[in-house]
């Protein structure tokens, strides 16, 4: 599951929505089809409506000359404070471009396998994907 066309363009990792982990039409994350993407996903996202990205056909979003903008500090900011579990956009693509894709990966996989049962822990709400056990100690 923790796989490149699961990072957005902002970082953040889309494996670890619970929307990926649907077994009836999962999200496919944010560079995939709208269908099955939530509501802000598809709709409301800047990110992915940004006009710059698309223009400069931008990767990820560090590689923009205005990075980080608005999009990205609210991101940062909401991942960092609204969730069970806390991401980091700004930290992630740091850790990309440090570190690697492969090994950023393979460092998500690590810091997101729930030790129980080996589902996907969710950053929103803390559960496991597949036993359900809480992780994190915030409530949504």
Not at 4 to 31: F, K, V, W, Y
Not at 73 to 99: C, F, G, H, V, W
Request: net charge positive.
């Amino acid at each position: 599951m923790f796989t490149e066309n699961m990072i957005a363009p902002c970082g953040l990792d889309c494996s670890l929505c619970s929307q990926a982990h649907r077994t009836q039409d999962p999200c496919m994350g944010c560079l995939g089809p709208n269908a099955n993407k939530p509501e802000f996903c598809s709709t409301w996202c800047g990110v992915i409506r940004c006009e710059r990205r698309k223009r400069n056909h931008y990767r990820f979003c560090d590689l923009c000359p205005v990075y980080p903008c608005e999009h990205i500090t609210e991101r940062e900011n909401r991942y960092a404070s609204d969730y069970a579990l806390t991401e980091s956009p700004i930290s992630n693509l740091r850790a990309i471009r440090e570190q690697g894709m492969d090994a950023f990966l393979k460092e998500q996989s690590q810091a997101w396998t729930c030790a129980s049962c080996g589902g996907v822990i969710s950053v929103h709400d803390g559960l496991c994907s597949k036993c359900k056990k809480q992780h994190g100690k915030r409530a949504t």
